[in-house]
């Protein structure tokens, strides 16, 4: 299970396997936080537990503390 980690830790490897083993869902996670960004103010805090090696908040220019089992 470690060296399926650190295959992981590479973020260009974790988007391809999400992509191939879980299709559509960035856009799913999207459509629900959507709402949520939308809302939030610039002084707000987030934290991204489960993030991997790379938040979908970057996509909308947050950066969130970030929490996962990777490093």
């Known amino acids: ?6 295959v992981l830790d590479n973020p260009y490897i974790y988007l ?3 992509a191939v083993l879980a299709p559509g869902s ?3 996670i999207k459509r629900m ?6 809302k939030m103010k610039p002084e707000h805090k987030i934290l991204d ?3 991997g090696p790379s938040s ?3 996509d ?5 503390d970030g ?3 990777s490093e």
């Open 33 to 38: 936080l959507n709402p949520l960004v939308a």
């Open 16 to 18: 391809l396997s999400q």
């Open 67 to 69: 929490v996962d089992i």
């Open 49 to 51: 537990v489960g993030c």
């Open 56 to 58: 979908i908040l970057n």
């Open 1 to 6: 299970m470690n060296l399926l980690y650190k």
């Open 60 to 64: 909308y220019g947050i950066s969130p």
């Open 26 to 28: 960035k856009m799913f």
